[in-house]
């Protein structure tokens, strides 16, 4: 780098709908001021040695359209803030000509972001033995060539969220991890969007107390389980260095991680690639429409995608971004508010 100054709650997930505003958000408005001066913070160049867009490579890390670690500025560069091994730092990304990418970083965790820029990005995603096998997976492939799996190797930055959205609509979870954010997290190094702010460490979840979980509407098994991983989060962190295996039984291990949280914490944190999100409450169905035409529940949809072994998490991506969901028949899934309990 050349730098410059019971059974886990999980088990039928509601994976969260998209909000209206996060699959194809507009530059957010917190965001609109002028790119920063290209000589602040440090700074690195990559050339990547493929295509990689940027915005949807790291479109996974957004929770909803006004996540307070993750905006976009009008110049379509992504903002994002981390809690590293270093402190807390802000990363900005941007997109040049070609397969330029420009990283500054801004915090005690700068170096550090920009030292791992490559593979948030996807540096370490092998698609060798990718092959298709139904022609919608390959025109989707196609519309998307630019799709990576990256990695942002912060494990328990990735747990949260995603026990946030157990058994919710989107809308309840994000809700949740901006309030948790806004009164814990710190304030964004150097000069991010306004209002953006850093994961707190493990020892401040563990210790918030009853009452904030609920103003945030979080009740009190999600609750416990975020304070239960805080408490081992080091040696969670361990668990990127694992083969995918060992790292789904280290995360399952823990009360209230079962195969949905895991897989969604894999996916982020360690680009895990293969990493299906079994429980899901839309994904099985949209995938065996997708690809057979047909309503299917989990089990329809690993039998489905076994043909994309080592990939399934990348094909699964790709039909949510494009793939086709049955006709709706029921009513939507409600959204609730502890807080009015």
């Known amino acids: 780098?050349?730098?410059?100054?019971?059974?886990?709650?999980?088990?039928?997930?509601?994976?969260?709908?998209?909000?209206?505003?996060?699959?194809?958000?507009?530059?957010?408005?917190?965001?609109?001021?002028?790119?920063?001066?290209?000589?602040?913070?440090?700074?690195?160049?990559?050339?990547?040695?493929?295509?990689?867009?940027?915005?949807?490579?790291?479109?996974?890390?957004?929770?909803?359209?006004?996540?307070?670690?993750?905006?976009?500025?009008?110049?379509?560069?992504?903002?994002?803030?981390?809690?590293?091994?270093?402190?807390?730092?802000?990363?900005?990304?941007?997109?040049?000509?070609?397969t330029l990418v420009t990283g500054q970083a801004w915090g005690p965790g700068a170096v550090w972001l920009l030292d791992t820029l490559p593979a948030q990005l996807g540096a370490r995603d092998d698609l060798s033995g990718f092959t298709v096998h139904h022609a919608i997976v390959g025109e989707l492939a196609l519309r998307h060539p630019g799709l990576r799996v990256g990695r942002t190797g912060r494990l328990f930055e990735a747990l949260v969220p995603a026990v946030l959205e157990q058994k919710v609509v989107g809308v309840e979870a994000h809700r949740a991890w901006r309030i948790l954010l806004g009164k814990f997290g710190t304030p964004a190094p150097g000069p991010a969007p306004p209002g953006m702010r850093v994961f707190p460490p493990p020892r401040v979840w563990a210790r918030i107390p009853s009452w904030d979980w609920h103003r945030a509407g979080v009740e009190g098994v999600r609750a416990r389980t975020i304070i239960t991983a805080a408490a081992v989060a080091t040696r969670l962190e361990q668990a990127l260095d694992l083969d995918p295996a060992e790292a789904d039984r280290r995360l399952r291990s823990l009360p209230g991680i079962g195969p949905w949280t895991s897989a969604e914490i894999r996916q982020r944190a360690a680009g895990d690639a293969d990493a299906v999100s079994v429980g899901d409450y839309h994904l099985p169905k949209t995938v065996g429409w997708t690809l057979a035409r047909q309503i299917t529940d989990d089990a329809g949809m690993l039998e489905l995608l076994a043909p994309y072994a080592g990939h399934r998490y990348r094909v699964s991506r790709l039909i949510e971004l494009g793939g086709t969901a049955p006709p709706r028949r029921g009513p939507r899934m409600s959204v609730r508010d502890y807080r009015a309990i």
């Open 1 to 98: 780098m050349t730098a410059t100054p019971p059974a886990a709650p999980d088990q039928h997930a509601a994976h969260p709908a998209p909000d209206p505003d996060a699959a194809h958000p507009p530059p957010d408005q917190a965001a609109a001021h002028p790119p920063p001066d290209q000589a602040a913070g440090l700074r690195r160049e990559w050339q990547a040695p493929f295509g990689v867009d940027v915005p949807l490579t790291l479109s996974p890390h957004r929770r909803g359209g006004r996540d307070p670690a993750y905006r976009v500025d009008r110049a379509g560069a992504v903002w994002r803030t981390s809690l590293t091994p270093d402190g807390p730092g802000t990363l900005r990304i941007a997109a040049g000509q070609g």
